[in-house]
């Protein structure tokens, strides 16, 4: 089965700061997705990240707030910069295999004081 | 574009006591159907897919999903829910395109009373 290693898997951060969350994926593959998932809350997409390109954000994300990297077919950052409290979320990413589930990390907790 | 719709937000049943969560879609392409389930403090699980095949789908824990297109609904049940099936439960879909993003319905908090 597919393996998504997403780290840290929480932290607390003071507000002002950012913090980088990391996806490790055990194929390669074209597209990651990294949601977000409010306390309470469904999980929302931030962005689409294709390798050697920039990311593609859905509305009410930028990039400035979330910067996105992909610098190969296995791996992928998503920043979460200068945070405050309402940026306590949980952050997974997740990629699809054709004809099947989408495969998602176990998550990153973030809490912003 | 497509959406997904879960009617109920909180649902309370009584241990044993048979359970169905709502869900229904809408989607102007065909589309992959998936339950996933979130245990209080845990990750994204998936529970059931539809893929293809047969409209009736199984999970090992008891639960089935039914699809159904003329309706556009892919309801969850299970015949006698155990106090280990509270969970919130989202339902998902995804455009039969290979690499199109999953969109979740806002969930449902199944919480299973003793």
């Known amino acids: 089965s597919a393996v998504i290693s997403q780290k840290p898997s929480r932290d607390i951060c003071q507000r002002g700061t950012s913090l980088t969350i990391q996806c490790q994926v055990d194929?390669?593959?074209?597209?990651m997705f990294w949601y977000r998932q409010q306390p309470g809350q469904s999980l929302t997409l931030i962005a689409t990240?294709?390798?050697?390109?920039?990311?593609?954000?859905e509305s009410g994300f930028v990039i400035d707030k979330f910067p996105i990297s992909r610098p190969n077919l296995t791996f992928s950052t998503l920043t979460v910069s200068n945070m405050s409290p309402e940026d306590s979320s949980i952050y997974l990413c997740?990629?699809?295999?054709?004809?099947?589930?989408?495969?998602f990390g176990q998550g990153t907790r973030l809490t912003v004081v | 574009a497509q959406s997904v719709t879960q009617l109920d937000s909180q649902v309370p049943v009584f241990e044993e006591a048979p359970v169905e969560l709502r869900c229904n879609y809408s989607?102007?392409?065909?589309?992959?159907l998936f339950w996933y389930v979130q245990y209080p403090n845990q990750g994204l699980q998936l529970l059931l897919k539809?893929?293809?095949?047969?409209?009736l789908v199984e999970s090992i824990n008891g639960f089935e999903a039914e699809f159904n297109k003329s309706q556009t609904s892919f309801h969850l049940r299970k015949p006698s829910v155990h106090i280990s099936d509270t969970a919130e439960y989202f339902c998902?879909?995804?455009?039969?395109?290979?690499?199109?993003?999953?969109?979740f319905g806002p969930g449902t908090s199944l919480s299973v009373i003793p």
């Open positions: 998902a879909v995804r455009p039969k395109t290979s690499y199109d993003k999953v969109i």
């Open positions: 989607s102007s392409v065909s589309v992959y």
């Open positions: 539809y893929l293809s095949g047969s409209t």
């Open positions: 990240a294709n390798q050697g390109s920039e990311a593609t954000y």
């Open positions: 997740s990629y699809n295999r054709q004809n099947t589930e989408a495969f």
């Open positions: 194929s390669q593959v074209t597209m």
